[in-house]
């Protein structure tokens, strides 16, 4: 009995994990799906007038009022024509809408959206959105750094992007000290005037009273 039982044991642990992983190499493991379209989302960098994927509070930061560029770029990559594409750009709540080149702007969600009706393969379309920051007094904090998110979706195919930015309530960096100016000045210089004055009326005197 105890050999049966270990024979069994001897089975179960070494012929049915081999069998198991024969069987998985045969059909092999699931492939992850490809990629069917692209979207990239770039904001623009005011100092050199480029577009990039990210701004952070050391490459830019963005004042009150100020206007922020971001492009939307959808690339079809894969080898069939894509049809009946919808890209929507949501702007984060630190920004106000201003222009887009094309697409319809939701007030209520803040929302830029519109549809590509076909895109070859290879083809690409891209949007520029134009925002402006709030004023200083619409802004919570001094530093804030949010994402703007874009997206597009076709049948049961979705991508997304974002592009990351802060903003200031003020200029970042160390404020320099004023020269002070004004009456706080003056008694010192006077009193360092009568100084100097009655030093030198002291040596006259004594140069004086030498010579006698």
Known sequence: MKHL??????????????????????????A??????LIEKKILNPQNNEFVDNLN??????????????RITVTNVI?????????????PDILNFKSS??????????TTSFTIDRLKVGGSI????????????EIATNVVCQANLAKVT???????DTASFCVSKQVLGVSEALPVTGPTQTLPLLILS??????GLLIKRIIFLEGR
């Open 79 to 91: 080898q069939s024509e894509l049809k009946n594409l919808t890209v929507t750009d949501k702007l």
């Open 101 to 110: 080149s094309f697409g319809n702007f939701d007030e209520k969600t803040k």
């Open 194 to 199: 009568f100084l100097f004055l009655a030093t």
């Open 154 to 160: 076709t049948g049961n195919m979705i991508d997304e």
């Open 32 to 37: 992850a799906p490809a990629k069917q379209m």
């Open 5 to 30: 039982v270990l024979g069994l044991a001897l089975v179960y642990l070494f012929i049915f994990p081999v069998f198991t992983f024969a069987q998985y190499a045969q059909y092999g493991a699931a």
């Open 126 to 137: 891209s949007i520029e959105v134009k925002t402006k920051v709030k004023s200083a007094e």
């Open 57 to 70: 509070l050391e490459q830019q930061t963005f004042l009150p009022n100020q206007e922020v560029t971001f």
